[in-house]
């Protein structure tokens, strides 16, 4: 079954710390995206990845950093810096950049920091 | 930078049809997705406007016209399980083709 997991569900946090999102993949998509959704509002683009190796900011990029060493592979770092990061925190792929219509997103995590 | 407008909340009736439209600015505009997410859920891709007119998919169709820099999504023979938010969202010119999305319209439908 091809999809998109992200771990955990549900994630608590004190402020202050770190903290590492999961995103993977095995559609053998190029390109993949981190956004974050508040209550009652839309997604906001952190970070996305058109290749292994590259990667780019999105509206929001700080706070946050992104690694994309492996195809499969996306992780989202939120950081002591980001001032709110208690959110509802998406990973998307899509086969390229210039597919990026139709993106399919994973489950979501949601993070709490306290 | 960009941003798109749509009804906060729609309601209808099992059986109706229902239009939730979209505006947006046309500074780097490429084309138009929609988007569907139930509560709590995941987003699923519904439709896509690279062109100008309807496109059809099944209950669900959507429309794009760039010259009044509009969109709809159209739903037909609404059933329960549509209650959903439903995000336009657009696609951004030049290579990275980035979607931004609208706020979202929260669909009720009622018996």
């Known amino acids: 079954d091809g999809g998109i997991t992200q771990s955990p569900k549900y994630l608590f946090r004190k402020e202050g710390q770190n903290v590492t999102l999961s995103c993977e993949q095995n559609?053998?998509?190029?390109?993949m995206y981190w956004y974050r959704q508040d209550p009652g509002q839309g997604l906001r683009l952190i970070y996305y990845?058109?290749?292994?190796?590259?990667?780019q900011k999105g509206d929001i990029a700080e706070g946050y950093s992104v690694s994309r060493e492996k195809k499969e592979s996306f992780p989202l770092t939120v950081t002591s810096a980001q001032k709110n990061p208690t959110a509802f925190y998406l990973c998307?792929?899509?086969?390229?950049?210039?597919?990026?219509?139709?993106?399919?997103f994973g489950p979501g995590t949601r993070l709490t920091v306290t | 930078g960009q941003s798109l407008e749509q009804p906060s909340e729609v309601t209808a009736v099992e059986g109706a049809i229902v239009q939730i439209n979209c505006t947006y600015q046309?500074?780097?505009?490429?084309?138009l997705s929609w988007y569907q997410q139930h509560d709590g859920g995941a987003p699923t891709f519904l439709s896509y406007?690279?062109?100008?007119g309807l496109e059809e998919t099944g209950r669900f169709s959507s429309f794009l016209s760039r010259s009044d820099s509009y969109g709809y999504l159209l739903l037909q023979e609404l059933q329960m399980k549509d209650s959903a938010s439903y995000f336009c969202?657009?696609?951004?010119?030049?290579?990275?083709?980035?979607?931004?999305f609208g706020s979202g319209t929260q669909l009720t439908v009622l018996p």
């Open positions: 998307a792929s899509s086969p390229s950049g210039t597919t990026s219509y139709e993106q399919y």
């Open positions: 559609l053998n998509h190029d390109a």
């Open positions: 990845s058109q290749i292994v190796n590259d990667f």
């Open positions: 046309t500074s780097g505009f490429y084309g």
């Open positions: 406007n690279g062109l100008d």
């Open positions: 969202a657009e696609v951004a010119s030049g290579s990275a083709r980035q979607l931004t």
